[in-house]
């Protein structure tokens, strides 16, 4: 069974940052499709950056480029994600995510089998 643990969520003042941690285990996750989600209260789960850790290959979301960076540590099974010059819009439940297939597009939920239970954040102005 593959589980995601995220961590790192806080509150911050805007420009701010923040790194959270998604914390994997139960499976070698050398060849998976990891991603970042996060989910604003009323609104859909929206994809934010994906990494391929077999290749270190990276997406992001045009919402969150130059300002976000993820990244896969492969010796700890932990992936990060980096968040600068945060805003109150930036404020949501953050999700990490896993696949070893992505079928679809990377930035959709449906794409990924495996779900953190999310961390918040809270940026506020």
């Known amino acids: 069974q593959v589980r995601l643990v995220e961590s790192g969520g806080g509150s911050v003042q805007a420009g701010g940052s923040l790194r959270l941690a998604c914390t994997a285990s139960?499976?070698?996750?050398?060849?998976?499709?990891m991603a970042w989600f996060r989910q604003a209260a009323g609104k859909e789960r929206e994809g934010l950056a994906t990494?391929?850790?077999?290749?270190?290959?990276?997406n992001y979301a045009d919402s969150v480029k130059g300002r976000f960076t993820i990244s896969h540590d492969n010796a700890q099974n932990t992936l990060y994600l980096q968040m600068n010059d945060l805003k109150p819009e930036d404020t949501a439940m953050y999700y990490c995510?896993?696949?070893?297939?992505?079928?679809?597009?990377?930035?959709?939920?449906?794409?990924?089998?495996?779900w953190g239970q999310g961390t918040q954040v809270t940026v506020s102005s």
């Open positions: 995510a896993a696949t070893q297939v992505v079928r679809g597009s990377w930035s959709s939920e449906g794409s990924y089998n495996y």
């Open positions: 139960g499976s070698r996750y050398s060849q998976f499709h």
């Open positions: 990494i391929f850790t077999l290749r270190g290959t990276t």
